[in-house]
């Protein structure tokens, strides 16, 4: 594998998707994460969606968790409970030091057959939803303009992969991370090393800071907020789905800065029943196929306290 010292910027614009794609695959294929400028949503958006975040953050501990997120995945996800036992990356012992609120696909009631199907859980605070549900109406928007570009990236042949978007699997996730002490201990991690689990991620940060990404090497790069880009990244269903060709690369989050950090990661999936094998034109497979749900049950349980069998 190549190594590589920072993060490329890859602009869409109204450029040929042709042209995009190779320099997706080109850094995609080695870096597995990219800024990607000019994707045309609108800043207000953004602006609304981190405002939406930092007055939920700020309620009291009672209200957030009055919408807590369980089996759904929909919701309050409080601090100290979740820990990335799965990781292969690092010995993880220790729970993230981040809360999050989680809005995924507004479904209007659970079906026992679709894995975490089922309505958000909202909390009471003007314009919150709003906010929400505009910003995810336009980043499905791009994602689907991306997964486009990511296969053409891998060569695949057959895009019949992409009706699987048509009800995506999406996670919006507004993330606050308090200021870790100066003296916490080494394997205190904001994020611990992982990678993402599904296809797209696109985030967007404050200027704080604390995302890192991991080179083949072994050496973490920092990833900076770049004003007007989104940090997308590859996760480990696109990587099966490219037969490799694609990198699910380990990233972590410390927040050393004294500061609190607010980040919004967008992540962008097929819908849960898909069965994820390497596509068509990526080669001799690689991967054996896997249905999405089954292994998103297995993360979850194993990370999140709220999924634990014996939890309700
Ligand atoms: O907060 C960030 O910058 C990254 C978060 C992240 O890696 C994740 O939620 O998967
Ligand atoms: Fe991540």
Not at 188 to 199: I, K
Request: glycine content about 8%.
């Amino acid at each position: 594998m190549t190594e590589f010292t920072e993060i490329p910027v890859i602009r869409l614009g109204t450029r040929p998707d042709a042209e995009i794609a190779a320099e997706f695959r080109a850094a995609y294929g080695t870096t597995g994460f990219g800024y990607i400028e000019d994707h045309g949503i609108d800043p207000q958006l953004i602006e609304d969606l981190f405002d939406a975040s930092a007055r939920f953050h700020a309620l009291p501990l009672e209200q957030k968790m009055a919408v807590a997120a369980g089996k759904t995945h929909r919701g309050y996800i409080p601090i100290n409970s979740s820990t990335d036992v799965n990781s292969t990356l690092a010995d993880v012992t220790k729970p993230n030091q981040s809360a999050s609120f989680m809005m995924m696909r507004e479904d209007a009631q659970a079906d026992a057959g679709i894995y975490l199907s089922g309505p958000n859980r909202w909390p009471e605070l003007a314009g919150f939803r709003e906010a929400l549900e505009a910003y995810d109406t336009a980043m499905r928007q791009l994602g689907r303009r991306l997964m486009s570009i990511a296969l053409q990236a891998a060569d695949v042949t057959n895009t019949s992969v992409l009706s699987a978007f048509d009800t995506p699997t999406t996670w919006l996730r507004l993330l606050h991370y308090p200021p870790q002490p100066e003296r916490s201990p080494e394997d205190l991690y904001g994020s611990a090393p992982h990678t993402d689990f599904g296809c797209l991620t696109l985030l967007v940060q404050d200027d704080v800071g604390g995302l890192q990404v991991k080179t083949p090497a072994g050496n973490w790069v920092d990833v900076p907020r770049r004003e007007g880009t989104f940090v997308v990244n590859v996760g480990d269903m696109l990587h099966r789905m490219s037969n490799g060709k694609l990198l699910s690369t380990p990233h972590r989050v410390i927040n050393r800065s004294g500061r609190e950090r607010y980040s919004c990661p967008f992540f962008y999936d097929p819908h849960v029943n898909t069965v994820i094998e390497p596509l068509p034109g990526t080669g001799t497979p690689k991967f054996p196929p896997l249905k999405f749900a089954d292994f998103l049950r297995s993360e979850l349980e194993a990370a999140y306290d709220a999924h634990k069998p014996a939890a309700n």
